[in-house]
């Protein structure tokens, strides 16, 4: 042993002695490669492949309107349009219109999707059908990539207001339903299997023009989610309701899924797949087309609306989530409490929600790259 090598060994057992030095401490780091060193990148906000932060919005906004959106920070929006502005026409004007405040129109709703026509197979039906066709049209015209849509005729959505940290919000009591509000309002009852050879009608003939049109289809859960309301048979109450929906749809890639997060938490554990599980089994797919980014108090048989960061609901896993699957749809502020003084476009409560998803997405972003 040469005399440095013994003074060492000396150095060593005396700091081992005192306590200053630990015998893990003795082993050689291990050499950490330049991928485990490197910090994650995280995405650009307006990165294509990133989640769209985008607002519900009608088709008669003004240009203050839409100035507040793009000052907001927003770049994209979903428009819901009457059956007067569903053509090919309004939708190229109002389009061009929000492109000079560097919007982008996301997706938008027609008015027939929700008619009773259609949802209940009357006779009138087809002439409207015809009408979805040719806005599938003019969105593909217009390289619109989403038309949003639900299927829950007979639906009662609210029983009243409540006031909640000061906001006015919806509330939805199933008991009070039951015994106050309730009634048959078509005359019969409309059984499930009913109900799906009325869906089965419409998407067969309305799927092959989305898919000639490179437009996809983003189908809403029936809100609140409960089996049958007023009569009516309802579907897209459960996963397995979706999962019948894409079998029907012959798994289109142009058929896909608007998963509203207030919605399918409304249900709890009666919906089959929690809100995290539908993400990834959708988003796997790549049949995960929009979200509705929103919030609640509880579950059924009693819930009430809330602020995003205000409900049971744990958003910021939500957004991650929507990250760690890669989803690049538009994540849409909806249902937003009525704040005091806040009408129209209501840019108090909006500029709330706005500022506390892209924190969300921001921190999501940092944690997923």
Known sequence: MTDQTDQTTKRRDFL???GLLTAGSLVSPQPTTAAAARPRTPIDEYDPQNVKLARRVPGSLSDDDMTFLQQVGLRSVRVDLTRQQANLAFLGELQKR???HDIQIYSAVHPV???LNIGLGRPKRDAEIREYQDFLKALGRLKIPVAGYAFHPGNTYSTGRVVHRGYSVRVFDLDVFRKSVEKQKFGREYSAEEMWDNYEYFIKRVLPVAEDS????ALHPD???VAKMNGVAKLFTHFDGYRRADEIAGHSKYWGVLLCIGTWSEGGKKMGKDVFEMIRYWGKRKQLFAIHF??????LPRFFETFPDDGYQDMPKVMRTLREVGFNGSAIGDHIPQMINDSGLQQAGASYCVAYMRALLRQANRDVG
Not at 214 to 217: E, Q
């Open 223 to 225: 809100d609140p989610p």
């Open 113 to 115: 999707q929700g008619s």
């Open 214 to 217: 490179d437009v996809r289809m």
């Open 294 to 299: 929103r919030n609640v108090s509880g579950t």
């Open 98 to 100: 929000f492109a000079r």
């Open 16 to 18: 081992l002695a005192a």
